[in-house]
């Protein structure tokens, strides 16, 4: 078998419009490069767990939850809090509801996620376990009703204790009680604004299960226009928008065979409709793709169409596998075969790059985080392609799928 091209799997190379993928067949390098574009700044977490700042047409190579690594793809997203990290401006209301007195807000008091001393430290005070009673850290938004809205924000305990926060939403809605701890973690909220009114986003405290006060730590409040959240977008007096990322256009007709082959991607979506494929046109192309909901297979080679989803969690990470030959056809998931076709099927015309979207020119781009992309031209054994999906123990299974590991006993 020849893997005729590679990408990611802890080697990374990126450069002004282009990321690096390659072909090392014999020891003999030969690149095969992704054209990549954002035509903005974006920002990623880098290998020292600090938020950077990525140059225009530069890919994001982030560590946020995979120590090897991921290329980070996002869609275009502004976000709508105007001031991100100063909260001691009028911009942000501090206050005390019922009982509860309004926060004391100290800016620049310690070393913030991005390595400077940047972060605000908010006292909030809170009397009762009720919303009547709260202090609060907000900022009065405009929504929409059936808007969708994420919420964010990197949050720390001042003194090591764990603290009880809270988001405040649109509609007077709450997020559930979260807990920060002595650890910089980013919380997230997501919602769907139930009237169309102004009211108040940001973040309160409220006296929950006896606890009256939340000395916390704050950076990056963001407030997006989207079903999830994506990377931090620093602002500072206006609302700032990141664009939209590209990855397209890896290999040529020598690297892929479109007789037969196996198409392979370990990959997270972040949106619907995600798909990376393989191939020159809608006729003649695979597509290896996920939601949020499901993931998903689909050949379409010579006009036969061979389609199978499976309900697995798209959000988290898959790896994923087609292999393809006229009469003999198979789809791998995480170590299992979860579908197999006898279509016989011949090529209209050659496959000739990789694209992170469903066809050349198509709006249904990939989003989301990819640890490796891999091509052969020629098709794999049963063992290999579940080999080639699975994880090669317990703790690297656990550590790619960035999970906790919990001792019982």
Do not use: H
């Not at 405040?168 to 009237?195: D, M, P």
């Amino acid at each position: 078998m020849a893997q005729t091209l590679k990408f990611g799997n802890k080697v990374w190379a990126a450069k002004e419009d282009s990321v690096l993928a390659y072909n090392d067949i014999n020891n003999n390098y030969k690149p095969l490069p992704f054209d990549f574009a954002r035509a903005s700044i974006g920002t990623r977490v880098n290998k020292d767990g600090l938020i950077e700042t990525m140059g225009q047409d530069i890919a994001r190579i982030d560590y946020t939850d995979s120590a090897d690594g991921v290329l980070l793809l996002e869609p275009s997203s502004t976000n709508l809090f105007e001031y991100s990290e100063d909260f001691s401006v009028s911009y942000w209301l501090k206050l005390g509801v019922g009982s509860a007195s309004a926060p004391i807000v100290t800016a620049d008091y310690a070393t913030s996620p991005d390595g400077t001393q940047n972060a605000t430290r908010v006292q909030f005070d809170a009397v009762g376990n009720s919303n009547a009673d709260r202090s609060g850290l907000v900022k009065t938004f405009a929504f929409t009703t059936g808007q969708t809205y994420s919420i964010s924000c990197w949050v720390k305990s001042t003194n090591g204790t764990s603290q009880v926060i809270q988001f405040r939403i649109a509609g007077s809605q709450t997020s559930e009680e979260q807990t920060a701890t002595s650890e910089w973690k980013l919380y997230t909220a997501t919602f769907t604004a139930t009237v169309s009114t102004t009211d108040q986003f940001g973040m309160q405290i409220r006296g929950i299960n006896s606890v009256n006060e939340s000395d916390i730590l704050i950076y990056g409040m963001q407030l997006e226009l989207l079903d999830y959240p994506t990377s931090y977008i620093a602002t500072s007096g206006s609302t700032v928008t990141r664009a939209a990322e590209t990855c397209n256009n890896s290999g040529n007709s020598e690297v892929f065979n479109d007789s037969e082959g196996v198409f392979f991607a370990d990959i997270s979506a972040l949106a619907d409709t995600a798909y990376i494929a393989v191939g020159t046109n809608s006729l003649n192309r695979l597509l290896l793709g996920s939601s949020n909901t499901y993931v998903r297979s689909y050949n379409n080679i010579g006009g036969i169409l061979i389609d199978f989803t499976s309900t697995i969690l798209a959000s988290k990470n898959n790896k994923l596998a087609i292999k393809y030959k006229s009469g003999d056809t198979d789809f791998y998931i995480n170590g299992f075969k979860v579908f197999e076709s006898s279509a016989v099927f011949s090529a209209t015309a050659v496959f000739d790059e990789i694209q992170f979207q469903n066809l050349v020119g198509s709006t249904q781009n990939f989003y989301g985080k990819t640890k490796e992309l891999g091509y052969y031209n020629t098709i794999l054994t049963d063992l290999e392609l579940e080999t080639l999906t699975s994880y090669r123990n317990w703790v690297s299974m656990v550590n790619e799928l960035n999970l906790n590991i919990i001792y019982n006993g």
